[in-house]
C-alpha cells in the first residue's frame, strides 16, 4: 500500500496510554513502533546490541545501574498500564522486586522479569475485557454520584478493579457525549438520552479492539512485548533515542516513494490511541493544502459520491486497511487539530515529483510589498546524499521569484515546522547571512564543531522575520536562533519547542560508531535511533528546554498547553559552552518601538483578545485535569457551559475586520494555475487561509514597522 503509509508508531501496549513524546528531529525519520518479526527472535541478543549501541554513541550515555533499573521498571509500567485498569498494586507488588534488577537484564542476565511481566500483562489484558464486557452489557447507573480520579494509583484488589473500570468506561463515555455533541452542533435537551447507545457502542469498540488484537496471536503479543521493553529502554536515555523494527524502516522509504501516488501523509497513533497525521511528504497533496499538520488526529474520511465514515474509534491498523482497499483518487478527510480546530480537507493523489519545486510563496500587498513563504519541514533529497541540496535550494529560488513582484521585505513561516535535515537549515541560514558561523556541535567525546555558513555572499539582504510556534522545533530553531544572533532579522510569535540535539539511525545488528560512514544499512533485526550530538547557538548557549525567544511575542495555545521538549521525561537538561570567537553579529535591530506597537495593536484586537481570554482559561483549567471528575451528564454539561465562553481555535483564522493586504500568487505562479485545476482549487484555500491568519496579519505589521522605521529614523 502507497496511499497512505502507517508511519511506525507505537506498540498496542502503547496505544493503550503511552505518553508519546514530540517527535521533532534534526533527522526526519519515523518514531516508535512494534511489528511482529516473522523469524524467531533473539532477545538476548537484541538487548545486548542496543544497549552496546547506546553506550557507545549516545551524546551522553546512562549509567546503567540500579537508578536506571527503577526508571525502567517505572516507565515501563506506566506505558503499559497509564490508566491503572490493567494491573492491581498486588500485582505490581508481586514484581517489585524486579525493579533494582533490570540493569542486571539490560547487561544480558536473563531474571526472568520478561517472561513474568508477559504473564501478568496478558492476564491483566484478559481480565480487563472481561470487566469491559460485562459492564457494558447492563445500562450504567448515571444518577449515582461518585467522581473518576485520572491519576489514582492501581487498585488494592480485583473488586476495586472493576470500581476503576466502571468509573473510567462513564468517564470515556461522557468524553464521547461531547466529542458527538461538539462535532455536530446539536442542542443539548434530550441529547443524552439520544445518544447514550452510540457513545456506549463507540467506547466498547475502542476500548476492546486493542485488547484483542493482542490477545488474538500469542506470537504477535511476544514480539510486540519485547518491542515495546527494546523502546522503553532506550528512552530512559532521552526521548527522542528509540529502538524500531525493520518494517519501520520499509514504511518510510515506501511513503517517500516517488514511483506511485499518494495523498502525501504517514499516519500513527497517540497516546490515547487514537490515529493522527505523523509526517507529510514534502511536495505531496497534504503538504500543499496547507490545512494539515503533524499531530492533527483523524476523525472521518469520506470518498467521492459515499457516506462519511466515522475512524476516530478505529485502531490504526483498521484505518490502513480500509485506505489500501479504496481506490479513489480524491479523499475528503475531517481531522481535529491539536488546538481544538475541527476542519474538512479535500485531497487528491499526487506522484511526488523529486524535480519539482515544493516550497508554497505568495505576495502579501498593502501598505508595503512583502513575500510569503511557507515551509513545514526542512527536507532534502533522502535518497541520494546529497545534503543541503533541496529544502534551501527550493526557498531560494522562491526568493528570487518574489523579488521579481517587488517585494520590500520577507516572512518565513517556520509555525508547526517540527525540524529536518540541519545541513538545510545551514544551507537556508546562508541565504541570508553573508558568511561566519551559524551553530555549534557538540558529540560524546567534547569536541565542538562548527556549522559554518560555506558559501559567502546572500541571495536576500532585505527587511526579514520569522515566524514560529510551540511546534518549531530542531532544525526551525537552529536557523531562527542564527537569525536571531547576528540580528540579521526578527523572530515573531511564542517560544518554540526547545529540542537542541541531533540523532542518528543505525543499524541495530550493527552498533559501530556514527562516525563511521556504512556502506550497508539494512538490517534482518531492527534499527537503534540514538542522540549522538548537541547543538548550540553562536553564542554557546542552548535551546535544549527553552526554545528560542521571539522577539515580538504573541499568545500561544502551545503556551497554555505547555506543549514543549522540557515537559517530557528524561528530556536533556540545557547546558552551555564558550561562544564562538568568531562569530561578530551585525548591528542590533531596534526592536523596542517594534515590540511597543505591536503589544499596542495586540490591547485593542478583539480576536487576541478572545484568545488571550481562552488562553487563561486553558491554563486554570489545566490545573485541575488531574482532579477527580465528576461522573455525571449534568456535571459535564454545566463544564461545556463554561468551555463554550471560549473558543480554543479563536485567534487562529478569523474574518479579519479590516483588510490590510491582498494575497496574490505573482505572475509566474498565475501562468502554472491556469493549467491545472487541482492546483487551483488548492490555490483559492490558500488565498483564503492566509487573508484570514490574525498571526500573519501581525507579523506583516511588524514587517511593516520595520520597512518604515528603516526609512524615516
Known amino acids: 500500500m502507497r496511499d497512505v503509509q502507517k508511519r511506525p508508531g507505537k506498540s498496542d501496549f502503547q496505544r493503550h496510554g503511552l505518553r508519546s513524546a514530540c517527535l521533532v528531529l534534526i533527522l526526519i525519520w519515523p518514531g516508535l513502533t512494534a511489528s511482529a518479526q516473522q523469524q524467531k527472535r533473539n532477545i538476548r541478543q537484541e538487548i545486548n546490541w542496543l544497549r552496546k549501541s547506546l553506550l557507545e554513541n549516545h551524546v551522553e550515555p546512562k549509567v546503567i545501574d540500579d537508578k536506571f533499573s527503577a526508571d525502567l521498571f517505572d516507565k515501563l509500567l506506566d506505558d503499559l498500564d497509564p490508566d491503572k485498569i490493567f494491573f492491581t498494586s498486588a500485582e505490581v507488588t508481586s514484581l517489585q522486586g524486579f525493579r533494582s534488577l533490570l540493569d542486571d537484564e539490560v547487561n544480558g ?78 442542542t443539548e435537551e434530550g441529547f443524552f438520552q439520544k445518544h447514550l447507545s452510540a457513545a456506549v457502542d463507540y467506547v466498547r469498540l475502542s476500548s476492546l479492539r486493542p485488547i484483542a488484537r493482542l490477545l488474538k496471536d500469542p506470537y504477535v503479543y511476544g514480539n510486540e512485548m519485547t518491542d515495546t521493553f527494546l523502546q522503553t529502554f532506550a528512552g530512559i536515555f532521552d526521548p527522542h533515542s528509540t529502538f524500531f523494527s525493520t518494517r519501520q524502516y520499509d514504511d518510510f522509504v515506501a511513503a517517500l516513494s516517488t514511483e506511485d501516488y499518494h495523498f502525501g501523509f504517514t499516519l500513527d497513533e497517540n497516546g490515547k490511541g487514537q490515529v493522527v497525521i505523523s509526517a507529510l511528504a514534502p511536495g505531496g497533496a497534504a503538504w500543499k493544502s496547507g490545512m494539515l499538520h503533524a499531530s492533527d488526529r483523524l476523525l472521518a474520511i469520506k470518498w467521492p459520491g459515499e457516506e462519511r465514515i466515522d475512524v476516530s474509534a478505529m485502531n490504526l491498523d483498521d484505518v490502513i486497511e480500509m485506505f489500501a482497499t479504496a481506490d479513489d483518487s480524491n479523499l ?79 516572512i518565513l513561516d517556520l509555525r508547526f515546522n517540527g525540524g529536518g535535515s540541519l545541513y538545510e537549515a545551514q544551507a537556508m541560514a546562508g541565504i541570508f547571512i553573508d558568511e561566519g558561523p551559524l551553530a555549534m556541535m557538540r558529540t560524546r567525546d567534547k569536541k565542538v564543531v562548527t556549522v559554518k555558513d560555506m558559501n559567502r555572499g546572500t541571495i536576500y539582504d532585505g527587511p526579514l522575520v520569522i515566524m514560529v510556534n510551540g511546534n518549531s522545533a530542531s532544525a526551525s530553531e537552529v536557523l531562527a536562533a542564527s537569525i536571531q544572533d547576528y540580528n540579521r532579522g526578527l523572530i515573531v510569535g511564542s517560544q518554540t519547542y526547545g529540542k537542541a540535539t541531533g540523532q542518528n539511525l543505525l543499524p541495530l545488528d550493527q552498533p559501530t560508531p556514527p562516525s563511521q560512514p556504512k556502506t550497508n544499512m539494512e538490517s534482518k533485526t531492527g534499527y537503534v535511533k540514538v542522540t549522538t550530538e548537541r547543538l548550540y547557538r553562536v553564542t554557546g548557549k542552548s535551546a535544549q528546554g527553552k526554545g528560542v525567544s521571539p522577539d515580538v511575542v504573541m499568545p500561544d495555545i502551545f503556551d497554555a498547553l505547555d506543549l514543549h521538549e522540557a515537559q517530557y521525561p528524561f528530556a536533556l537538561k540545557a547546558d552551555s559552552i564558550s561562544a564562538n570567537a568568531y562569530f561578530k553579529p551585525l548591528k542590533p535591530i531596534d526592536k523596542k518601538e517594534l515590540q511597543a506597537k505591536s503589544r499596542e495593536r495586540l490591547k485593542t484586537s478583539a480576536p487576541f483578545n478572545e484568545l488571550q481570554q481562552t488562553l487563561s482559561w486553558i491554563d486554570e483549567r489545566l490545573k485541575k485535569t488531574n482532579e477527580p471528575q465528576p461522573l455525571s451528564w449534568e456535571a459535564y454539561l454545566a463544564d461545556r457551559k463554561e468551555l463554550l465562553k471560549y473558543d480554543i481555535s479563536t485567534g487562529v483564522k478569523v474574518e479579519s475586520p479590516e483588510k490590510i493586504y491582498e494575497v496574490s500568487n505573482g505572475a509566474s505562479k498565475e501562468t502554472r494555475l491556469m493549467v491545472d485545476d487541482y492546483a487551483r482549487d488548492l490555490n483559492v484555500r490558500w488565498l483564503k487561509i492566509l487573508s484570514e491568519d490574525i498571526y500573519l496579519q501581525e507579523t506583516y505589521q511588524v514587517l511593516r514597522d520595520q520597512i518604515l522605521l528603516t526609512k524615516n529614523p
Open 109 to 186: 542476565k536473563n531474571t526472568g522479569f520478561l517472561d513474568q511481566l508477559q504473564a501478568r500483562y496478558k492476564y491483566g489484558l484478559q481480565r480487563s475485557r472481561k470487566l469491559i464486557d460485562g459492564l457494558l452489557s447492563s445500562p450504567l447507573d448515571w444518577n449515582k454520584k461518585e467522581m473518576f480520579d485520572p491519576v489514582a494509583g492501581w487498585s488494592g484488589d480485583e473488586h476495586k478493579l472493576e470500581e476503576r473500570h466502571r468509573q473510567w468506561l462513564k468517564s470515556q463515555i461522557l468524553a464521547r457525549l461531547g466529542e458527538m455533541m461538539d462535532r455536530d452542533s446539536v
Open 332 to 410: 475528503e478527510m475531517t481531522v481535529r487539530s491539536v488546538d481544538g480546530t475541527e476542519k474538512q480537507v479535500v485531497l487528491q493523489k499526487e506522484k511526488l515529483e523529486q524535480d519539482e519545486n515544493i516550497v508554497e510563496s505568495f505576495v502579501l500587498r498593502g501598505e508595503i510589498t512583502a513575500g510569503y513563504i511557507y515551509l513545514p519541514d526542512f527536507y532534502t533529497r533522502w535518497d541520494d546524499g546529497q545534503e543541503g541540496g533541496r529544502c534551501a535550494n527550493d526557498v531560494a529560488k522562491e526568493i528570487i521569484r518574489l523579488k521579481k513582484e517587488g517585494i520590500e521585505g520577507l
